[in-house]
């Protein structure tokens, strides 16, 4: 929920000057919290993707292709941080991925339908339908993991969030003839 509110501020129509504010002061409300429900160390580690989450709502300014290819592209480098890591590192690394999925969906579905005019809801229908694809990554990272090792099945993540990471900087414009 902590990269919701902050997408959710970030891709507002509220003044800039509030954007930072309120986007600083969730994930400092977030390490605030898990300092003081599961100690300092947990909270330090907790701290470093909160800090690059951070960072990347910054360099994301507000823009959704944008935000959605550098937020998989964080994923992706946190992925290979917990195949190629061990210990603390490798543990927080993957956990930190679902800190930079939770503005994948909404930045994907407002690409997807952006310009369709009246065709908007039956591609929203199609769209959501489309989720079931997402439904066969799990079973498919169990089978490699079980073939390969589990440090090994982020592959399959990892080249999901490759496909987000293009449709964020070019599959979004495709078939749109606006040359962005």
């Avoid at 951070?54 to 944008?66: K, N, P, T, W």
């Avoid at 590192?89 to 369709?116: D, H, Q, T, Y």
């Amino acid at each position: 929920m902590i990269g919701r509110f902050m997408g959710a501020f970030a891709l507002s129509d509220i003044s800039k000057t509030l954007k930072h504010v309120l986007g600083t002061l969730i994930p400092l409300a977030a390490f605030v919290t898990v300092w003081l429900l599961s100690g300092r160390e947990n909270a330090l580690h907790y701290g470093v993707p909160l800090l690059v989450l951070l960072i990347a709502f910054y360099l994301g300014e507000a823009s959704a292709h944008r935000m959605l290819a550098l937020f998989s592209a964080v994923i992706i480098g946190l992925l290979l941080a917990g195949m190629f890591g061990a210990g603390e590192m490798a543990k927080w690394s993957v956990l930190g991925v679902g800190l930079f999925c939770s503005v994948m969906w909404s930045n994907i579905f407002s690409l997807a339908i952006e310009g369709l005019g009246p065709l908007k809801s039956q591609a929203s229908s199609l769209l959501v339908m489309a989720i079931i694809g997402g439904a066969l990554l799990p079973p498919l990272q169990g089978a490699t993991a079980d073939r390969f090792g589990i440090q090994f099945s982020f592959v399959v993540p990892m080249l999901a969030f490759a496909y987000v990471a293009f449709y964020g900087l070019y599959g979004y414009r495709m078939g749109r003839g606006n040359p962005e």
